[in-house]
């Protein structure tokens, strides 16, 4: 993986890990379907199998687009991904201190909903979910059991 890859597209500023990588972003279509790659990437490198790391691309999906939700377009984010312990460890860091995702009372298998499903998904696919509040926002963090081939 990149060390750097803030050079190549501004906004997007990535740092290797072992076992993962944490980068700061600028939110944007092109960034998360970037990170979306990365996460895949990184996890089939520390050796996930492929459908606990489509888990947690979908994941992180879901808690980038709750961030810009909460926060608008463009905000800046930081996403950390990594395998530790047998487990897939995701955080998605925003500058909002005060507002924490809440799960809507949709359904999943309701067919009229356009929106609100997000954290139902992230429950079903972790082993649960929290928000830990910093000086400069909060992270809302999770597990994904993994499976390492």
């Given at each position: 993986m990149a060390e750097a890859h803030g050079t190549l597209n501004p906004g997007f500023y990535l740092r290797s890990r072992p076992r993962g990588f944490v980068v700061h972003l600028l939110a944007s279509g092109?960034?998360?379907?970037?990170?979306?790659?990365?996460?895949?990437?990184?996890?089939a490198e520390a050796g996930v199998d492929s459908a606990t790391a489509e888990s947690a691309q979908l994941v992180v999906s879901e808690l980038v687009g709750n961030s810009v939700r909460a926060c608008g377009p463009s905000v800046p984010l930081v996403v950390e991904v990594s395998v530790?312990?047998?487990?897939?460890?995701?955080?998605?860091?925003d500058p909002d201190p005060v507002g924490v995702p809440r799960r809507r009372g949709v359904a999943m298998d309701d067919a009229e909903a356009e929106s609100g499903r997000g954290l139902a998904l992230v429950e079903l696919l972790t082993s649960g979910w929290r928000v830990v509040r910093s000086p400069?926002?909060?992270q809302v963090?999770?597990?994904?059991?993994?499976?390492?081939c």
């Open positions: 092109e960034n998360l379907r970037a990170v979306r790659e990365l996460t895949g990437r990184a996890l530790r312990r047998g487990a897939v460890v995701l955080g998605v860091h400069v926002g909060k963090r999770c597990r994904l059991e993994a499976v390492t």
